[in-house]
């Protein structure tokens, strides 16, 4: 026995080993190499088509401990979706250990996101006796620029606007070594190599170097924030412009320049210590900011000081982020306060990436350009996270996200490549194959010309990228969503099939697809709450409850549907939406007759009532929507928060969500959260909520002087309770003998912390099983998501 034993321990095996996932430009075959060598095993690793092969020989319980330990010491950037051995008879040829050069890539491997500079080659760039010493591209495989860089597949030099520089022989030694951490690190560069940074003045005239005291021009770029000036900077995926954010002219001078009005400005600080001075900042918190996504992190601003009223006027959130390349940390090294740093472009269009551009729109706003010589690819906007329900959740996927692929459930391997468009804002487009869904990098609102050309070719780019060519178009149902436009045109030229997907239908199917819901696992309630999307009947739709699968969904149940006066402008004049329901719900007389004591009554009283009514009655650009978007308006303004007017769709749920009253929403009586029935449209049979009682009772506050607040905090309460007892009702109904115990919470009415945890709170307490999103946006930022998911599970069903 001992002796089989002893044949086992010493006895040599070899092995195939597959590993898939995101392993290829993130360092990983020196990984294997020197876990290999550690094991004492002979053989090699390639990259190929699928991810890293690697064939080993070896003792058999040496190759156990080898293929734990990949598992366990993986590169930090990588990420394993899978790891298959099979046993092969044929050993290597190699009497030691070979990292072998790439095969043919295809691209089901992935390309990485860009990842924030890792705190190895932070310290390098700030040790005086380093090579690297104040060098603002250092970067190695754990970190660097990728997305931003890549051209064509595979991921080398040569396919990255890298290919400009030659590397020296020093960086071309560490290039080659599978002992360095440059190993085949494609953006590799030093002082004596790569691209290099230089500022200069807007206006052309040299910069007086002797004006500061510097060593180098990024520092110099400190202090020119330091005494007020706006500096546009040259970042990983697009231009920054950046001020200080202590400084109230500067803030407010920039917000001027820019014409952007109200919507926060994202703010940078050098470490979390500064961070801390403004924000509270919990342990998940910290680790998303450490993160090497190093994402946007949106925090709670009760920190002892404040930074200039002008940066987040209205909001009780900061959003912060950390340096994220050595330029931006040499930056910041003596800037011992924020900084606001918001992407380089005037109001919605889209962020420059190139230099000539950038001098030309961005020269009336900034006055010192921080310029450098390394082309970027394409414009990557920062990612912005929130942490909510007790999960970091993405609310705009960019820069460090952008374009991991998401692994579907098992069942959707088999499904034709499906590229879908996205919805009109927030535009995110996504390629769907293998069972994976590459979600793009955020694109923004195509309503501007500039945005639309830049999505077009982003759309083909990455189609050129993964090498992805498509049979299925899907669409949004909108006949005026440029995207859904865009999407006809390539599926005509392409000969594929082109798939309208309902929004809302969309907005589910995407948070199923991201939790990897199975395929077969059956209907599910979907709550969809957002601004406006177009309904199956043709009108607008906005606050849902479905019955959906991946395949199908049927309208359960829904908001009360009220008219918009003046389309489009109710989005942006909140107080129409408080005038449509306060006419739908009582009418003018009741209203008068109750509550003539009320501000709001004389703000109405001003308006131009009789022509709103004609419109209202005569369905006179007064289309009905069931939106709990403009549910959210009508009562901001209704309490006197932004009342008059909005600069972006949205701000008013933003910021009646920030004014709530922690200890009413925790503390407080259930009663006295506003209540809502739930009665049937006459109509289609539907139930629906109604808000009457809800408008009574905040009414009724109002007279009484209840501070805002607490008006906040019992309405944010009151609709959630409805949302649990809606999904509640439904389930039984839909479920028949069979309930449905699953709920998808999506739209960008869940972007509203309050609102995601109490509906959570709620459904999970009365035995739900809740699916939120973490990884896409709930808004329609996500939509893409969804509608590749639709399409491939029905294109899965048409072909069986
Ligand atoms: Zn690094
Ligand atoms: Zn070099």
Known sequence: MNDVADMQTTQEAAERIRVQGLVQGVGFRPTVWRLARRYGLRGSVANDGQGVSIHVCGPVAALDGFAAALLREAPPLARIDRIEREPTAVLPQHPDFR???????TVSTGVVPDAAACPECVQEVFDPFARRYRYPFTNCTRCGPRLSIIEAIPYDRATTTMRAFAMCPQCRAEYVDPADRRFHAQPIACHACGPRAWLERADGAPVAVDA???????????????RGHIVAIKGLGGFQLACDACNEAAVARLRRLKRRSRKPFALMARDVETVRRYCVVTEGEEALLLSPAGPIVVLDATGPERVAESVAPGVKTLGFMLPNTPLHHLMLRRMNRPIVLTSGNRSDEPQCIDNAEARARLGGIAEYFLMHNRDVARRVDDSVVREMAGAPRVLRRGRGYAPAPLSLAPGFSAAPAVLAMGGELKNAFCLLRDGRAIVSHHMGDLEDALTYADYRNCVERYLKLFEHEPRIVAVDCHPEYLSRKWGQELSARWGASLLEVQHHHAHIAACLAENAFPLEGGPVIGVALDGLGFGTDGTLWGGEFLLADYRECKRLGTFKPVAMPGGEQAVYEPWRNTYAHLMAEMGWARFAMNYAELDLYRFLEAKPRRLLDRMISRGINSPLASSCGRLFDAVAAAAGVCRERVTYEGEAAVALEALVDERTLKEEDELLAYPFAIPRLKSAHLPYVEPLAMWQALLGDLLLGTPVPVIAARFHKGLAIVIARMVDTLS??????????????????????????????????????????RHVPPNDGGLALGQAAVAAARSLTNSQ
């Open 212 to 226: 500061f005291t510097m060593l180098d021009d990024v520092d110099a770029v400190c202090t020119l924030l330091q």
């Open 99 to 105: 990292i072998l050069g790439s095969h043919a890539t």
């Open 732 to 773: 039984r109904e839909a479920g028949g003998d069979k309930p449905v115990r699953t709920v998808a919470l999506s739209g960008g009415v869940f972007q509203n912390r309050v609102l995601l945890e109490q509906v959570t709170a709620r459904l999970k307490a009365i035995g739900f099983e809740v699916l939120t999103h």
